[in-house]
């Protein structure tokens, strides 16, 4: 099976359970990040990431209300672990640096806190919070950390139950030209 069948084949699985305490599923949380990237300008390796960025969410075995009941996922970790091997770090960083982007955008910008709904507030908590200025530091550094903060707006908006988006199979082609 190729990465994009598997990949498919995980959105078709398991796309259609509840997106962590939000009004979408998984499959159109994720699908409309994606939509959002488009029309902000993305090239396709953002578009890809964020399409792909809560893909640690399709292979875990945790249930939906993990944060519910103390337990931080590391989603972005398991997503990134299984997409590494076939996308290039355009891809994959800021996928694996979006839940670090929050607890950035928390701390660099108080506003953003606002913006952030009972889900996503929760799982903070348990990401570890608002960074602190060395990590701030040290994230500021890094070479995806601002792919990651606008993934991570994307993200927080791709919650719009009435949202109509493009189908994952019209995705297939970048995602097939991002493979390596």
Do not use: N
Not at 19 to 33: C, D, F, K, N, S
Not at 116 to 127: E, I, N, R
Not at 138 to 150: I, N, V
């Amino acid at each position: 099976m190729s990465p994009v069948d598997e990949i498919f084949s995980r959105f078709t699985a398991a796309g259609d359970e509840r997106y962590i305490g939000e009004p979408v599923t998984v499959a159109q949380h994720m699908l409309q990040a994606a939509a959002f990237a488009e029309h902000d300008g993305a090239g396709d390796e953002l578009i890809a990431a964020a399409l792909l960025h809560d893909y640690g969410h399709l292979v875990t075995d945790l249930p939906e209300d993990s944060a519910e009941r103390g337990i931080d996922t590391r989603h972005e970790e398991l997503g990134f672990a299984f997409l590494e091997r076939w996308f290039p770090a355009a891809v994959t960083e800021p996928i694996r640096l979006h839940v670090a982007a929050k607890r950035y955008l928390v701390a660099v910008d108080p506003a953003y806190r606002e913006e952030l709904s009972p889900a996503s507030l929760l799982s903070l908590d348990l990401q570890g919070g608002p960074m602190s200025d060395e990590e701030i530091e040290d994230f500021e550094a890094l070479p995806h950390a601002s792919a990651a903060c606008r993934l991570r707006r994307w993200d927080d908006a791709g919650k719009d139950p009435d949202m109509t988006v493009r189908p994952l199979e019209s995705y297939r082609g970048l995602l097939d030209s991002l493979v390596g």
